[in-house]
């Protein structure tokens, strides 16, 4: 295969990409705090098989990608615009995995005319509305990360993030990379991106899949609730936890196969 491997230097940071040529629709994987490229093995080589040109990237701190000042969600959603930019990557399908689910969703709700669809992987609704408990463990959550001996950061995560073994030692390998302080950088712009507004709908054809194990903040209760309020299907993957792609890499490329498919003539 012709090396398609790049970097995009941006202010402070250097972003490693991939970009796989093929003749239909673009699809742009961005994936989860503390993770890279590399949860998405599975989905973008069948989707690059099947004829999808695939872009891969690793967010900046994180991967191969570098990083030489504080994480901000502003920064890698600019990122993200960006590198399909730099790439004219015109209307593609975006598939974000928890953090890069919400950053897919802020850019689907900045610039709606960016993309052609979009598929979340076990992340929460961005405009979802939030219960006083909920608020109170969004704000506690960085706070009680900052408690954890970095020593330990990486098991702990792992063991919250993926219920099969296979899942948990790939897991675990790829947060040990990341330094604690920019992982909980990573964390706090995560929780940014919540901004309720509960009018809100997605104008493009959307696409929710969680793990049927994923207990990682309100995701197993807020899905649903934003499956029902945009009267879209829910798809949840048995025997899978929050890193659905690791956990269940054939039933989870199953899934954005078939959306992918459905999605193919849509305007």
Request: aromatic share 4%.
């Amino acid at each position: 295969m012709v090396n398609t491997e790049s970097v995009l230097r941006r202010d402070g940071a250097v972003l490693w990409y991939r970009d796989l040529p093929g003749p239909r629709r673009p699809v742009v994987f961005v994936h989860g705090a503390g993770m890279d490229h590399r949860m998405f093995e599975a989905p973008a080589l069948a989707l690059h098989r099947a004829g999808h040109r695939v872009v891969l990237w690793d967010l900046r701190g994180h991967g191969a990608s570098t990083l030489d000042t504080r994480f901000t969600a502003t920064a890698a959603l600019d990122d993200l615009v960006a590198l399909l930019d730099h790439l004219a990557v015109r209307r593609p399908v975006l598939i974000g995995h928890s953090l890069g689910g919400n950053l897919a969703q802020a850019l689907v709700r900045r610039l709606p005319d960016h993309a052609h669809g979009l598929i979340v992987l076990d992340a929460t609704r961005n405009t979802g509305p939030l219960s006083t408990a909920e608020r109170f463990l969004l704000g506690l959550a960085a706070p009680a990360l900052a408690l954890v001996p970095a020593s330990r950061l990486p098991r702990l995560m792992a063991r919250a993030s993926a219920t099969t073994p296979r899942g948990i030692a790939e897991s675990e390998r790829t947060f040990a990379r990341i330094p604690k302080h920019v992982f909980l950088d990573v964390w706090r712009a995560t929780t940014s991106l919540v901004d309720p507004d509960p009018a809100y709908r997605t104008p493009i054809p959307l696409g929710l899949v969680r793990g049927a194990h994923d207990r990682t903040g309100n995701i197993a209760t807020a899905m649903p609730r934003w499956a029902a309020a945009e009267g879209v299907s829910e798809h949840v993957i048995p025997d899978a936890g929050h890193n659905v792609t690791l956990d269940a890499p054939a039933a989870t490329t199953a899934v954005i196969s078939t959306l992918l498919d459905r999605w193919e003539h849509t305007a």
